[in-house]
């Protein structure tokens, strides 16, 4: 890693030495299936057991191999997009950067937790940025999505849940996939996976590779490729190690501009920007230990490291040429902004089976602590030199956080029970401008403790009717560069928000269902900066957002079976006039928060008849204002960004897979079925939501 204090290497290092005393996990019944995983620690938010989901006092979804399967998408947002309560910003067909939002939140901010087997996926979550890395889809098993307070098991950003994306385990055998798709797309995957007996117990190796070369919807190309090892042995009975490795690498030729809207009418379809590069790499290691002391008593631990880099090389543009041509017109100098973000962290849980005054009760105890830090560059450059120049901007953000918390479910009778829960967050960020001398005071530090309480209960009224609430205190830190603006502390709070929830769910012969009422009260919320600059750096005020849930699924004869659900947010709207710095109003008391479509349904339908599966997936998403002002008319602002009102859209995709036998299988899916013409998100321009496009691919086991 290329910069780590001395403070937090200091840190890390004294957490590997407490390792084997301390855990990660989930709640009991999802630690009970990481025991069902092999030799293999499964990190779980949920848990897979048959109970996982009635324990939770929150509405949750699990979505499961055979779906992801069965529904090919392209993208981890795509596999999202037919989850209640998502939303999804989209930017281009493969999802590179992530937009996603949930019951009401901006997707184009970063109030959801998102993990990775456990681990945070986003480059980083008090110096920012959420958007820079999102995992492929190829190399997951399931998702897991969970709403309400038991996410106040896991911070910071917390507010709209956590998703936790669950990454293959090894099986034992060689498989290997082959993908042709429109836009002259080729992938290429392989699986690796072997198992032996040691003198203890059961080990197991696994790799997943992936590569992709695609020219791209609009001629927005990419090059991408992903590696995930996999080790886990079990040491002695009660004792089991994992380790994890990955290595992603994408060099996309995506912008952050798109087309004007007369082009966009006109229905062009190139690339607005194309010379400008998106270049992104990761790799991470995992190493988790799982420790059974006892029937009543449980210790594991995860101990997590990672580095990145985003490099985005964008070229400036002749405003007053592009006015005129009606399209971004380049000059030869450009900009590399470019970011390098590290992380350690050790995140510990302890889970305790009991009894509190003759009543059944499971414990958690959590500690984590994690050091994040991010070098934030400018270089300028010319197009006869365009990965090269002079460095106008060499800032350091760094960010050291302490969470403890405690959780208790207490069964008071079969049916009722209560879960009450209790999280701290302490963080201190910094910031150190290089380019300036210490001298003339280039360093500046903030720091923040959040107390965050909860509690849940679910009541099962019979076999087929579950009943949950729950009530939470959930926040958000202010990110380095909002809070730490220039050098100087802004004095920002956190964004913090009450959380409240009540909802039923259960299965009754070929029916199942699921339906909630929620309602987030912010009494402060930061809008991201494409809303109003001046207003980002500003403590925001109060907002609302509230509206239901509702699924409903049945499995029905002759290998039918369809789903549905509804998500529909009556309010996500600011409360109380705001004003800049400068007095100036910027957004009316009422207007509703950019990128928060009222409506979001899904309809699927499957089919299986012997060899045979197919599925036809149908989703809207209804209007939706893209900045706090709700501009109607579509607003071309050439110097900042394009902001309107954009129309709703219905789109629907169909899967098949035929398998041949038990070693070869094809697949084949076309999305956007009717090649809907529609603006998925405005930027600097207007991005296009892809066209209908072709997948054929298959598979083989040896």
């Known amino acids: 890693m290329r910069r780590v204090s001395s403070k937090g290497r200091r840190a890390a290092a004294g957490w590997f030495l407490l390792s084997p005393m301390v855990a990660l996990g989930t709640n009991n019944d999802a630690a009970s299936d990481e025991s069902a995983q092999g030799a293999l620690p499964t990190i779980l938010v949920i848990g897979t057991s048959g109970d996982a989901r009635e324990r939770q006092p929150a509405a949750s979804t699990l979505v499961t191999a055979e779906e992801l399967r069965l529904q090919q998408p392209r993208s981890t947002e795509e596999a999202l997009r037919h989850v209640p309560g998502v939303s999804i910003k989209p930017e281009e067909e493969t999802a590179i950067v992530a937009n996603i939002g949930i019951r009401g939140l901006s997707s184009a901010d970063y109030k959801t937790l998102i993990l990775e087997d456990g681990v945070p996926v986003a480059p980083g979550l008090f110096v920012g940025n959420g958007r820079y890395y999102n995992p492929r889809i190829e190399r997951m098993s399931g998702i897991e999505i969970l709403r309400g307070a038991g996410s106040l098991r896991f911070g910071p950003s917390t507010v709209g849940g956590v998703i936790n994306y669950q990454t293959k385990n090894p099986e034992p055998g060689i498989r290997a996939e082959l993908h042709a798709a429109s836009f002259n797309t080729r992938e290429w995957g392989l699986e690796a996976g072997a198992e032996t007996d040691t003198a203890h117990g059961e080990a197991t190796f ?23 090892l996999k080790v886990g042995v079990e040491l002695r009975e009660g004792h089991r190690i994992g380790f994890k490795y990955t290595d992603y690498a994408n060099d996309a030729n995506i912008s952050y501009r798109g087309l004007f809207l007369s082009e966009y009418l006109a229905g062009v379809d190139r690339n607005p920007a194309p010379d400008d590069w998106f270049l992104t790499g990761r790799h991470s290691i995992d190493l988790s230990h799982d420790w059974q002391l006892s ?21 400036s543009t002749d405003n007053q040429a592009s006015a005129a041509a009606r399209r971004w017109v380049y000059t030869d100098s450009l900009n590399g902004n470019n970011r390098r973000f590290e992380r350690v962290g050790i995140d510990s849980r302890l889970f305790v089976t009991h009894e509190i005054l003759g009543l059944d009760s499971d414990t958690e ?27 106008s901007r060499d800032v350091i953000d760094s960010a050291g956080s302490w969470s403890l918390h405690l959780q208790n479910r207490i069964s008071l009778t079969g049916d009722l029970s209560v879960t009450a829960g209790l999280r701290t967050e302490i963080y201190e960020q910094r910031r150190e401008d290089l380019r300036r001398s210490p001298l003339l005071g280039n360093r500046v530090k903030t720091e923040n403790t959040e107390w965050l309480p909860g509690i849940g209960m679910t009541w099962r009224i019979s076999d087929g009717l579950h009943l949950f609430a729950n009530a939470y205190q959930a ?20 964004e913090r928000s009450v959380n409240k929830e009540a909802g039923l769910r259960g299965q009754t012969g070929i029916w199942s269902y699921e339906a909630a009422v929620f309602r987030m009260d912010f009494d402060n919320q930061i ?28 499995a029905l004869s002759s290998g039918w079976s369809w789903n549905t659900n509804l998500t ?13 710095r400068s007095g100036v109003l910027t957004t009316p008391s009422g207007n509703r928060i950019p990128y928060t479509p009222k409506l979001i349904a899904n309809f699927s339908v499957s089919f299986e008849r012997g060899p045979v599966r197919t599925a036809l997936h149908w989703h809207h998403t209804s209007a939706q204002f893209t900045d706090a002002l709700n501009t109607h008319a579509i607003n071309e602002n050439l110097s900042g960004f394009f902001t309107g009102r954009i129309d709703g859209y219905t789109i629907a995709d169909v899967s098949v897979l035929y398998r041949v036998d038990e070693h070869l299988e094809f697949s084949a899916a076309v999305k956007n079925i009717a090649d809907l013409r529609y603006i998925a ?18 598979s083989y086991r040896f």
Do not use: C
Not at 369 to 388: N, Q
Not at 475 to 494: R, T, V, Y
């Open 206 to 228: 696994g790799v997943v590779v992936n590569r992709a070369d695609s020219d791209g919807f609009m001629d927005k190309g990419f090059r991408m490729s992903d590696v995930m």
């Open 295 to 315: 029937d009543q008593l449980r210790l594991t631990t995860l101990i997590f490291g990672s580095e990145m880099f985003r490099d985005y090389w964008r070229y």
């Open 527 to 554: 809008i991201p900066a494409n809303s109003n600059s001046q207003f980002q750096v500003t403590n925001g005020g109060k907002t609302l957002h509230q509206g239901l849930e509702f699924g409903l699924g049945a």
């Open 365 to 391: 105890l959590g500690l984590r602590y994690m050091f994040e830090e991010m070098r934030d560059t400018t270089v300028g450059a010319t197009r006869a030199t365009p990965r090269s120049g002079g460095i």
């Open 475 to 494: 926040f958000s830190p202010a990110l380095n560069g909002d809070a730490l603006n220039g050098l100087e502390d802004q004095a920002l709070q956190a």
């Open 568 to 580: 529909y947010i009556a309010d996500a709207e600011f409360i109380g006039d705001r004003y800049s």
């Open 681 to 698: 998100s405005l930027r600097q321009g207007i991005y296009v939501g892809p066209e209908r496009s072709i997948d054929v691919g298959l």
